[in-house]
């Protein structure tokens, strides 16, 4: 049984991380910015989520203290992501080179994932080219990673999250980014908490699907 930190666990991609990692018996300390959806339980027990900023480095090492890895989905749309996620990035560095902690497993984004040829999906033809400024931002993030010492891995989904199936298969596959793919929150939790229980990929960014 490993501790896991979940930050953004009040996210879909976040709680289901927790489900999934509480369902193989292991024990889970979720992380959310405000108490504001729910009760907070301030010991960090499974009852419960506590109160942390994924940009305060400080807190996140008192958080990751006597953890084996961390999953981090995280987003705030009320800050430019082109400064969020990269400070959130410096953060997570920080906090956990500080906690003793290596292991993190960032979720991703699909629109910086290469296709089958090589080409980014963001720059494939007709990918919606208006949020360009948020698909690099993300990749700062993997930027800032890539120059610290943390056993990291990005995953994001080969093309979308699934909305209309939300079931669980328990199988997934890494591939290639692909706009017409789809995975469900549930098996996207299954390939986060993979890379916590048995590591494959290391240091680099991978796109899973069913």
Known sequence: MSKILVIGARGRAG??????ARTRGHSVVGVARTTTAGPVVGDGTDAGLVVGDVT???RLAELAAGCDAVIAGVYDGGSDPGEFFPRA???LVDGLE???VRRLVWVGLASILPTADGTLL????GYPREY???FLAHQAALDVFARSSLDWVSIAPTGDFDHADPSRK???RVAPGNAQDLISYADFAVALVDEVDRPEHHRTAIGVVV
Do not use: L, Q
């Not at 963001?122 to 033809?125: N, Q, R, V």
């Open 170 to 172: 328990g199988a997934y």
């Open 89 to 91: 990035a410096h953060a």
């Open 15 to 20: 709680s289901a991380a927790v489900t999934e």
């Open 122 to 125: 963001m720059d494939t033809d």
């Open 132 to 134: 360009r400024s948020f």
């Open 98 to 100: 500080k906690a003793g």
């Open 56 to 58: 305060d480095a400080g």
